[in-house]
C-alpha cells in the first residue's frame, strides 16, 4: 500500500468515449501531481494541485483534459472524446515537500 | 528546454556487483531531485535530494548530488536479483512540476 489509491486499475474504452480517473492521496498529502507514462517512457507531468488549487498544468495537455481537486483530498481526471494516443497509464502523486508517493496508475486502453 | 539524461540506458550485472547509475539534467531553477525504482508498476521512491556533496544513504543504495556538474549518481552494492527494474530520476524544474528521464533499466543474474 502506497498510501496513493487510484481507481478504475485499468479502463478500456471506445475511442471518443469521455474517461474519468480518480486518486485517492492520503491526507497528509497536500500536493497532488498527475502523470502519464507509456511504455519504454519516463512518466510525463500533466498537472499538480496544492491543496485544491491547480498551480500548474502541461501545455501538452489539449483541450480534452480536465483535473479537478475541490476539496484538497481526492483528485479526478477526465479525458473527453478519447484518442488511441490516449493510451497509456496515468499515474497520481501524492507528498509533500519531503518527496512523492506515487499510487499504483491507471492503465487506459482506447480501442 | 529543460531535460534529464539518464545513463546508461541499460545495464546486466551479476549479483554482487556493484552499480552506478548517472543523471544529468539541464533544468530552469533547478528545485530538487527524486530517485525511483519502477519495476512492473508504479514508481517507488527512493531517495529527494536539494544540496550538494549530501550523501543519502538507505541499505545498500545510497546517491549523491552535484549541483555545479549538473547531475546526481545513484549506487547500488552486492546487487541482488531483486534489484531488477528501472530506475528513474526525476528533476524538479521552474516551480512545480518535476521531469522525468527515460530511466535505466537494471537486470541482476543469479
Known amino acids: 500500500d502506497t498510501g496513493v489509491s487510484q481507481d478504475p486499475r485499468h479502463k478500456i474504452t471506445k475511442r471518443g468515449q469521455n474517461v474519468t480517473f480518480r486518486c485517492d492521496p492520503i491526507s497528509e498529502h497536500n500536493r497532488l501531481y498527475w502523470y502519464r507514462q507509456t511504455l519504454g517512457q519516463g512518466p510525463e507531468f500533466l498537472t499538480y494541485?496544492?491543496?485544491?488549487?491547480?498551480?500548474?498544468k502541461s501545455r501538452l495537455l489539449s483541450d480534452r483534459f480536465s483535473a479537478e481537486r475541490p476539496k484538497g483530498s481526492f483528485s479526478t481526471l477526465e479525458i473527453q472524446r478519447t484518442e488511441q494516443g490516449d493510451s497509456a497509464m496515468y499515474l497520481c502523486a501524492g507528498g509533500t515537500s519531503y518527496g512523492y508517493t506515487f499510487g499504483s496508475g491507471t492503465r487506459l486502453t482506447v480501442v | 528546454e529543460d531535460k534529464v539524461v539518464q545513463s546508461p540506458l541499460s545495464l546486466v550485472v551479476h549479483e554482487g556487483d556493484t552499480v552506478t547509475l548517472n543523471c544529468s539534467y539541464e533544468?530552469?531553477?533547478?528545485?530538487?531531485l527524486l530517485w525511483y525504482k519502477q519495476e512492473k508498476k508504479a514508481p517507488t521512491f527512493l531517495f529527494m535530494l536539494t544540496s550538494s556533496g549530501i550523501e543519502k544513504k538507505s541499505g545498500r543504495l545510497s546517491s549523491i548530488l552535484d549541483k555545479k556538474e549538473l547531475f546526481s549518481i545513484l549506487n547500488i552494492t552486492a546487487t541482488q536479483t531483486g534489484d531488477s527494474a528501472i530506475y528513474l530520476c526525476a528533476v524538479g524544474s521552474g516551480t512545480y512540476k518535476y521531469i522525468f528521464g527515460t530511466g535505466t533499466r537494471l537486470k541482476v543474474l543469479a
Open positions: 533544468v530552469t531553477n533547478f528545485r530538487s
Open positions: 494541485f496544492q491543496n485544491e488549487a491547480q498551480l500548474e
